[in-house]
């Protein structure tokens, strides 16, 4: 047996170590196929076996690769096999509710799903809602800094955390208690927002104090289609002129809405562009808001228009549908036609963000970029905050085409740029968006920034043990 393998069973106990290869597999593995390998996966219970952890891969030179539910799609996740997985499931535990003060501490395993359904029973929520709400765990999406459908108006995971209990991996394993319980703080440095977004290279999250808010009293959906990309923009620019308090705002284009009903079906249907948006209102005012939208889709020239007067409503009418289906629908064309025992495709979720009022002109850029390289490309994203996700992928048998692939993915970031966005909005950098990383601070002339983020890095990790080689290309 290994000799690391040996001591962390002395250190932790047997049944919180696992080298079983079966095991070792499935924890080495994100949701994009991309796979690494681990001595062995490791399952802590509390701060205290973290820390445990922390102070002996520091003493040993051992690498720890963090991990919630391994949702992520960029590598941020993937170990290799020069450590171990360390992974958060076990650590679930809601330990506090205070709804005066809307907060609540979670442990870094705790699904964000677990922790919204506690919450709506009493009328609250936690807003950050990835559209992999039902896997990714609040340790996880602190550390990718996620987002989700509500962002244009609760922004992303940055502006939810109040407090962090951290483990570093230093001679130590010391405990920092960062933040608090209040929405005001000025102590120093704001090292959670350091954290936060950070992909598990600075510290480990044991713990967490998010604040909370109430939930909508109604949530009133509207979808409709539009022949024409400028009707559909001109549809958001009136809602959001409209001062509708606006909760949800998700655009799939045309062909991609197509394939999606074609692949995984639809009970909303329609031909052109899908524009969903849900708005948050009162129970009295919930008809003449749904009124309200339904006159602003029909003005700007939707030609199918659904409704719904409540979230339930719309989920059992299948609004969202389609804008969900967005990724399985992609792995599904992209797989279509393999046989089992071939290689899967290489799936690249791209997470750009353009200001909204510059979507037209990207979108019509994406299209020419993707017939530039004929790479197929499926498109859809967060309309009310600018927040694009093209979809886009290469097999294996088109293997002698990836410097192309790398080039058309890399102008999607180029473009976005150009129209003065950013290349990763909630998804983050992990392994394979390094490159993009350089362009973007490269184009603001500030490569400084990553030195200084390297820098940053070592006061944190001194020995690289943590996550290493993730987020931070060499400069
Ligand atoms: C179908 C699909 C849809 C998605 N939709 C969205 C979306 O709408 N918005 C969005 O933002 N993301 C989305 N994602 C990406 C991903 O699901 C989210 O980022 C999610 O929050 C990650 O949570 P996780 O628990 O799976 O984290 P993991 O994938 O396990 O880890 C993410 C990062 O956090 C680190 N980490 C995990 N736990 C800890 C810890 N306790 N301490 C230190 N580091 C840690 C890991 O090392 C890694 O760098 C989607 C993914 C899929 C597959």
Redesign the pocket.
Known sequence: MNRHIEELIKLLGEDKVSTDPITIKLYSK???YYEGSALAAVFPESTVDVSKLARYAYENDLKI?????????VG??TPREDGIVVN?MRMRKIKEINYVDSYVVAE??V??IELNNVLRRDGYMFP?????IK???????????????MGAKYG?MKDWVLGLE?VLPDEDGTVLRLGGKTTKNREGYDLIRLIVG????L????ESTLRITLAPERVVTVAGFFGDLEDLMACVVEIKKSKLDVLIMEFVDDATAKMTVETLGSKVVGEGHLLITSVSTVDEAAERVRDALVHIYDEAGANKIYSALTMEEAEDMGIFDIRRNL??ASIKMASMGLRDDEEKPYIF?EDISVPPTKLVEAVRRLRNISDKYGFPMVLGGHVGDGNLHPVVWIRESERDKMEQFNKFVLDIMEMAIELGGVISS???I?TVKKDGLIMSFRSKNSLKALRLMHEIKKIFDPKNIL?PD??LPSV
């Open positions: 994100n949701a994009v690769y963090p991990q919630g539910s391994a949702s992520e799609i941020s996740s958060f870094p395993g699904r964000l950050i809602d990835p559209a992999s896997s990714a765990t609040v340790g996880g999406a602190i550390n990718s800094g996620s987002g989700g459908m992303t951290v950070s992909e598990g290279t510290a480990l999250v044991t990724y399985p979720v909630e998804h983050g992990g996550n993730k987020m």
